[in-house]
């Protein structure tokens, strides 16, 4: 696309070279979708030097949103997770001109960036479209007249603009893979990591490399003021955003899932000067139903699985649901919240149904999680059984309730009150209690420990068509137990311990029906 220069106003230029928005309205001629816009605000503050640190702003009254009210509440680390074409790297390279070109106008020794990217070709894409904007674009001259490329010192992996004090050794910008040998420059202007792990999933070894290379070279070549951006697409809760979630301070956290809170694509297809861009909603729930590896949820949705937790980690489909005649039994596994306090507090009342199919296997058909006190959960039980019931058949549903705390009272009040009473039964852990010296109701994680072998031999199905349960299900499963919940997880351990009592408990029946629908 050819650019041209129109007439334009000293105000244009003036607020092009202060507000990052207005300079790529002017220069790129590009608005910030939906999406983005918030990375736009982030990156505004980050190089005012006002982004709001996440620990040392955080009771201030007078620091508001991401704007920190004063340098002492000031942060200068930006983390972005987006989706797979989110246009963040593009938003990034827009940046750092606009970085450059500001601080030449304002006088300031360019004292040099770092970009740092897992593959050479898109780091030298992402450099390269850097210079060019520097080098080719009339509107970034007109904004930012004083940068001059010296192309006498210009290189694939370093470049430099021309400058009054010609013995300043420093490029303007390296550019280094994250396995290429890093120099003694320093870097205090800026540094950029782009996908430090590219656009495949690396293997641990991979991921330690890039977090050793982290800690050791990139983040020690600037000063604590250094505006450092990290802009990646997750692979792995221990990737490198991952770990400086974990183990760093003071980074300002953006996360961007392809999908919102309501189904929708968060940027729906489009095209643009020809290019077409976005993702429509159609395309990703496509994109869901054909996921088998949890990329979807990972990548697209920014939420990795914990590799710390390893409980469960394996979730085979089900391609067409059960028929009533390959059904032998529907447990419904309730896990009430304790009381109406720990409603409030978070905690959700879930009922995971599970189909036993006659060839042994357990269906997920549905899940039910909401966070009502125990009380208003009656009448959804007698709901979803009645559902269940006239999808299955009669008499194949049972209610299956912890017989402890309020799950108690939620027996008694079902059995006495509603015409499902027959169909409900309390269910006490096997060999947990007083005098068994083994961990009870307070300790889910050996239970969860003697149950996951029924997950490896895959005899746990999921829908293959996607669900609104199934995304949220899987990942609690898989980041139990350093997740933020455990009501799934518990339900579900409830529902396997029934079905498989615990004389079985590691040898789950082998498949031996040959069924059209597997």
């Known amino acids: 696309m050819t650019v041209t220069t129109d007439a334009v106003t000293q105000d244009e230029l003036v607020r092009a070279n202060t507000y990052f928005v207005d300079y790529v309205r002017f220069v790129h001629r590009w608005e910030f979708r939906r999406h983005q816009k918030r990375w736009a605000e982030a990156l505004q503050l980050l190089a005012d030097g006002f982004l709001r640190h996440p620990q040392k702003g955080r009771d201030c009254p007078a620091c508001v949103d991401l704007k920190a009210c004063s340098s002492k509440h000031a942060t200068y680390s930006l983390l972005i997770l987006a989706f797979p074409g989110s246009g963040k790297t593009m938003t990034v390279c827009q940046w750092v001109a606009w970085l450059i070109g500001r601080a030449t106008m304002m006088g300031e020794p360019i004292a040099g960036g770092l970009v740092c990217n897992a593959e050479p070709v898109a780091l030298l894409r992402s450099v390269k479209g850097v210079r060019d904007i520097l080098e080719f674009n009339p509107r970034y001259k007109q904004v930012f007249p004083l940068v001059v490329p010296d192309e006498s010192k210009w290189s694939a992996g370093q470049w430099f603009l021309r400058r009054a004090d010609t013995d300043f050794p420093w490029p303007v910008i390296t550019a280094v893979g994250m396995d290429s040998v890093i120099l003694s420059y320093r870097w205090p202007h800026f540094t950029v990591v782009d996908d430090p792990h590219g656009q495949t999933r690396p293997l641990p070894t991979a991921r330690a490399h890039v977090g050793e290379k982290w800690t050791v070279e990139i983040s020690t070549r600037g ?12 692979h792995a809760s221990d990737d490198l955003p991952g770990r400086v979630m974990k183990q760093e301070s003071g980074w300002v956290v953006l996360i961007t899932p392809a999908e919102d809170e309501f189904g929708e694509s968060a940027w729906p297809f489009e095209v643009v000067n020809g290019v077409g861009m976005g993702i429509s909603t159609e395309a990703l729930q496509e994109i869901k139903r054909v996921d088998y590896s949890g990329a979807y949820l990972t990548q697209f949705q920014c939420k990795p699985p914990s590799e710390g937790g390893g409980y469960f980690q394996y979730f085979p489909f089900l391609y067409t649901p059960p028929r009533q005649d390959q059904v032998a039994q529907v447990i419904q596994s309730w896990d009430t919240a304790a009381e109406a306090k720990d409603v409030r507090r978070g905690s959700y009342n879930v ?17 039910y999680r909401a966070r009502k006190s125990p009380v208003e959960v009656y009448e959804d039980c007698v709901r979803l059984f009645e559902t269940a019931q006239q999808r ?14 309020t799950g108690q009272s939620l027996v008694s009040f079902l059995r006495a009150y ?63 137990p350093y997740g933020e919940h455990n009501d799934q997880v518990v339900a579900t351990v409830q529902l396997l311990e029934y079905v498989y009592p615990t004389e079985a408990r590691g040898m789950p029946p082998e498949v031996t029906v040959d069924l059209p629908w597997w």
């Not at 000063?223 to 997750?234: L, Q, S």
């Not at 409900?424 to 005098?435: E, I």
């Open 392 to 405: 299955y058949g009669a008499g194949k549903v049972l209610v299956l309730v912890e017989d402890a705390s």
């Open 418 to 480: 509603t015409p499902i009473g027959p169909y409900v039964t309390g269910y006490r852990v096997p060999g947990l209690g007083k005098g068994s010296g083994k961990p009870g109701r307070g300790d889910p994680v050996n239970r969860a420990a003697a149950v996951t072998n029924i997950f490896a031999a895959g005899s746990v199905l999921l829908p293959a068509t996607w669900t609104s349960w199934r995304d949220e299900y899987i990942e609690e499963l898989s980041s139990f």
């Open 223 to 234: 000063h604590e003021e250094t505006p450092r951006v990290m802009i990646a697409t997750r």
């Open 351 to 367: 009922m995971v149904q599970g189909v036993r199919l006659k060839d042994g296997r357990v269906y997920i058909d549905h899940v």
